[in-house]
């Protein structure tokens, strides 16, 4: 047979079947996506800076570009939530990948402010001594270099600074974004390895004490990789289920209501074996983000080891995009199964309220003691997760706003207090630290009573909501069991204001250095946002309300 003739006998299979034409173009809605895609156009920015911009303007130029992005993202969900998109005009963009609704709205808001206000923390080059007349910040001078070999040094000597942070900041709060508002599995499994890279990495950038930076990354990527990789078999496991990675058909396929079952998936979609292993396996990978036990034990080292302006900003965004994700798994996916996951939840979230309180109570660490109160914390919101009724979500909603403020406002602290060695974390150092600042010690002092939910502050109004959300959606039980952490918790949060305010300070202890206005917007911010939220919390509980309904 000639190759002519072979070729005329494939051109005409081809025109008979005529693949090309049904293949639709995408449709995708460049405004309802547009905080998500300002933020990855900056972040790609930021990567060309690094490459074009003479080394002494990047800090600036990097900084301008990254403060400009979150402003003008911040914006764009302002301008969306405003257009009624939150509320009546809520949609699925991007043909299926995207949810534009009110509780994507609010998450992305709170990350957007949070991932501005841990921006401050991360440009501060005032809190360590100047080095061979160069300012320096939190963050190794040359991340490749060996810790303690000549390259390091002679990059310190330099003055050279990791710039690299911002772009890096950039792409994971890009990843943080799309992770709350994915409307199918791969959408979200992309989002997680877009928003966890960074993270890992950030981690390793430590100034100080590298190695046990580099230690810290290490053990975040080695388990944040065990989690995905989970998460990944879970989202094959729900495919195999379904037939599809989409959230709404997965839940119509789960509640039994599909219409059009494809004749291949008929058997497969009978199969409860397939949805229950897959499910858990998903809901096991956003437990390890949220830091819930089991699977907190990343947290405590990953805390202390990470750079802390770094540490503040994983601690706030992180759980707020973790929390969204599990939110609309849980409320959009499987409703159908909610006999199924609201048990296991139950236990979840009573290991981790008792857990992250009562081994909090041993930490003589300042970051690993708000390491294990952070594990407390994830279990609280769990306990609104658990209520499944719009009150449910629009507490958790409300709870991760709070949080997220207080958590980078008490980190943006613990930067300040320093001794020759750097950061001066250690408890006893803490000793006190009200005669020797009483204004740092009083900031830290408002910090601590808002993570043990005393009255007047936004913890108090978010642990109120949360709970008050769990009791009516029939989980009173969880509730005393939280009320019962929350009071193991106060323990140790009570007795480090003690520690700074009855105690006599050593002759040798840490000193606390005066930073820039940077640090002190985030501090500032930190402080009002829970003075607001806890005394006039009823607007933002009312915004919560209005942003707690999912697309479906």
Not at 98 to 127: K, S, W, Y
Not at 145 to 155: I, L, Q, T, W, Y
Request: charge should be neutral.
């Amino acid at each position: 047979m000639s190759a002519s003739a072979v070729h005329s006998l494939w051109t005409t299979a081809a025109a008979a079947t005529d693949p090309i034409s049904k293949i639709d173009s995408p449709k995708i809605e460049y405004g309802q996506l547009s905080p998500t895609l300002i933020v990855v156009g900056a972040a790609i920015i930021g990567v060309l800076v690094e490459a074009f911009v003479p080394r002494k303007h990047r800090y600036y130029a990097q900084l301008f570009v990254s403060v400009v992005a979150l402003a003008a993202a911040f914006a764009a969900v302002v301008a969306l939530a405003e257009g009624g998109y939150g509320t009546t005009k809520a949609r699925i963009a991007a043909m299926g990948a995207i949810a534009v609704d009110g509780p994507a709205l609010f998450l992305q808001g709170t990350i957007l402010l949070a991932a501005m206000v841990g921006l401050f923390t991360f440009a501060e080059r005032r809190l360590d001594p100047e080095v061979h007349g160069n300012r320096v910040d939190s963050f190794a001078a040359q991340a490749a270099s060996v810790p303690g070999s000549d390259s390091e040094k002679a990059a310190v000597k330099a003055g050279f600074t990791t710039t690299e942070v911002f772009p890096l900041l950039l792409f994971a709060v890009a990843g943080m974004l799309v992770f709350p508002s994915a409307n199918d599995l791969l959408t979200l499994f992309i989002a997680l390895e877009v928003f966890s890279l960074p993270l890992y990495l950030l981690c390793a950038l430590a100034r100080r004490k590298r190695l046990m930076s580099q230690e810290a990354a290490v053990k975040y990527f080695l388990l944040g990789a065990f989690a995905s990789a989970f998460t990944l078999f879970g989202i094959a496991l729900l495919y195999g289920y379904a037939g599809s990675v989409s959230y709404g058909t997965i839940a119509q396929v789960v509640d039994g209501t599909v219409q059009n079952v494809n004749p291949a998936l008929a058997d497969t979609m009978g199969n409860d074996a397939l949805l229950l292993v897959g499910a858990a396996m998903i809901v096991m990978g956003l437990l390890f983000k949220v830091g819930a036990v089991p699977f907190h034990m990343w947290t405590p080292d990953v805390y202390q080891g990470a750079p802390t302006p770094v540490t503040g900003f994983m601690a706030a965004a992180t759980k707020v995009a973790a929390f969204g994700a599990l939110l609309r798994l849980l409320y959009v996916v499987l409703p159908g199964l909610r006999w199924d996951w609201r048990p296991v939840m139950w236990g979840v979230a009573i290991v981790t309220m008792l857990g992250g309180a009562i081994v909090a109570i041993t930490q003589t660490d300042i970051k690993r003691l708000l390491a294990y109160s952070s594990i407390a914390h994830a279990g609280f919101i769990l306990a609104g997760v658990i209520a499944t009724t719009p009150d449910g979500v629009s507490s958790v909603l409300f709870y991760l706003a709070a949080y997220s403020f207080v958590t980078i406002g008490a980190f943006a602290v613990v930067t300040l207090v320093r001794d020759a060695g750097g950061e001066a974390t250690h408890l006893s150092k803490w000793a006190g630290l009200g005669r020797r600042s009483p204004l740092v010690a009083a900031v830290f002092a408002v910090f601590l009573l808002a993570f043990a939910g005393i009255p007047l502050t936004s913890g108090f109004a978010g642990k109120f909501a949360v709970f008050k959300a769990a009791a009516e959606g029939g989980a009173a039980p969880l509730v005393v069991v939280g009320v019962i952490s929350s009071a193991i918790a106060a323990f140790f949060y009570i007795r480090v204001i003690v520690l700074m305010f009855f105690s006599e300070p050593r002759p040798e202890g840490p000193t606390v250095a005066v930073p820039s206005p940077l640090t002190m917007t985030a501090i500032g911010v930190g402080v009002a946002v829970t003075l607001v939220l806890g005394v006039a919390p009823q607007y933002f509980l009312d915004l919560a309300n209005q942003a707690g309904v999912f697309v479906r």
